[in-house]
């Protein structure tokens, strides 16, 4: 294990009271009865598991993960896996709760499901994060499946961690499943485009011009920035967990990418001005992409967000308190639930590219996510008009009523 970089993380709302608020807000507007909301909202099953690790130096130390599945209404479960110290049981449970809804917002045939170890992935040697990966994916095999439950990359893992995991459930059959995991590298059955996916569609508020500003340069983070970059619109700011860069000027994001490959870090990056996340938040610009955890716009900094739009790559950055701000304020939010749903809608592509073994193009992809995402955002904005709330709140009452729709059709069994 190397040793890594202290990393000052402050003190979160915990993200499962925000997922319940969020939950509570738009279900007042739905005639639930109480049984049938308590069942919407409670994860429908929580594993936890402590496993063994074979360390470099000869040591084995023992991690802790978690797969929740929160709601199996609409089909089999899915949604990320997540590499970070702060994983935690209700951390896990509120990504859960976010992938249901998303789910059933784009209309996929899945409920949502999420994943997690409590580990920093920076800090194992290529051999541990390997065997870390295999061992986790074998523990949580019993409730994983290609129609049962998919995984997919999340915070701190990727391609070669979805990799390990498909090649390890396919051991343990004794034939390959790619279904069984999406956002796989392409040679084994991963799709085009997924990787732009998430980030796509924020081109619909690309302005010639417009200053942006990023919070996480990582899978979302990073595509988003060169796609608006791409766009016409300025990067003035970018950060990662350690902290952020700032130049009113322009960034060009594929040349911080290059210099964080060589560095490990944005810090430093030549021309800019080292600012901390909570200053990049805060800076003067048009348009906020936070693309990095949950938790990162609160009551405590929505006053002095500058953004007139803010683009939820993350799932989870904005407080319920802070929306409320946020929304007194006229800032225009695109909630996570329906502005980084491209990356779960291509995952859906991908497997069922994987359980047909045919393969599209990058156009037939594109030429499928578009109206998906377009249906949404008109639903979205128009239930908003009619209910008069804000954006989030429009999307949840439209996706949880959807649940709650095919949870009565099927009934309560027995
Ligand atoms: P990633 O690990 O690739 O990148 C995360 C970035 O955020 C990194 O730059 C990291 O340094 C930074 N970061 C981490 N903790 C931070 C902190 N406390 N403060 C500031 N920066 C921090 O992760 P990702 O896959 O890009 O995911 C980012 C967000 O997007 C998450 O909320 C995730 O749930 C969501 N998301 C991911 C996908 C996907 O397909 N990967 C899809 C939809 C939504």
Redesign the pocket.
């Known amino acids: 294990m190397k040793p890594g970089p202290t990393v000052q993380?402050p003190t979160r709302e915990d993200p499962w009271e925000m997922a319940l608020r969020q939950f509570n807000r738009a279900a007042d507007h739905l005639p639930l009865k109480r049984g049938i909301r308590e069942f919407l909202v409670y994860p429908h099953r929580e594993l936890t598991v402590n496993f063994p690790v074979h360390m470099d130096d000869g040591s084995v130390r023992v991690f802790t993960g978690y797969r929740v599945h929160h709601s199996t209404v609409l089909g089999p479960t899915k949604g990320?896996i997540r590499y970070s110290t702060h994983v935690n049981l209700n951390e896990v449970r509120a990504?859960a709760m976010w992938m249901s809804w998303k789910c059933a917002l784009m209309h996929l045939p899945y409920g949502g499901a999420k994943g997690g170890v409590a580990v920093e992935p920076k800090q194992l040697s290529r051999g541990e994060l390997e065997r870390l990966t295999r061992r986790f994916a074998t523990e949580i095999s019993v409730v994983v499946g290609p129609q049962s439950d998919i995984p997919?990359?999340?915070?701190?893992t990727n391609d070669q961690i979805m990799a390990w995991i498909m090649d390890t459930y396919s051991m343990h059959r004794g034939h390959s499943v790619p279904a069984v995991v999406t956002?796989k590298p392409v040679s084994i059955g991963g799709s085009a485009g997924r990787r732009e996916a998430?980030a796509a569609r924020t081109r619909k508020f690309a302005l010639e011009g417009a200053q942006v500003v990023v919070?996480?340069?990582?899978?979302?983070?990073s595509v988003a920035a060169y796609l608006l970059h791409d766009q016409g619109c300025r990067i003035v700011g970018l950060?990662?967990?350690y902290s952020g860069i700032f130049n009113p000027a322009g960034l060009d994001p594929r040349a911080v990418l290059e210099y964080v490959a060589q560095t490990g870090r944005v810090e430093g990056f030549p021309g800019t001005q080292t600012v901390t996340?909570t200053e990049l938040l805060e800076l003067p610009c048009d348009i906020l992409v936070p693309?990095?955890?949950?938790g990162q716009i609160t009551r405590a900094n929505a006053a002095q967000i500058k953004a007139k739009i803010i683009v939820e790559?993350?799932?989870g950055p904005t407080t319920p308190d802070a929306d409320d701000i946020l929304t007194d304020r006229g800032v225009f939010v695109v909630p996570d639930i329906l502005a980084?749903a491209g990356?779960?809608i291509v995952s859906y592509f991908e497997w069922v590219q994987d359980l047909s073994s045919l393969f599209w193009t990058e156009e037939e992809i594109n030429a499928r996510l578009e109206p998906i995402m377009v249906q949404a955002f008109k639903g979205v904005v128009r239930l908003a008009a009619e209910r008069e709330v804000d954006l989030r709140t429009s999307a949840l009452i439209y996706a949880v009523r959807r649940v709650a729709d095919a949870l009565l059709v099927r009934g309560i069994y027995p």
């Not at 997919?152 to 701190?156: F, S």
């Not at 919070?215 to 983070?221: A, H, P, R, S, Y």
């Open positions: 993380v990320g990504l997919a990359p999340d915070v701190g956002g998430t919070q996480g340069f990582g899978n979302v983070g950060s990662d967990v996340n693309a990095a955890i949950e790559g993350a799932n980084n990356g779960v």
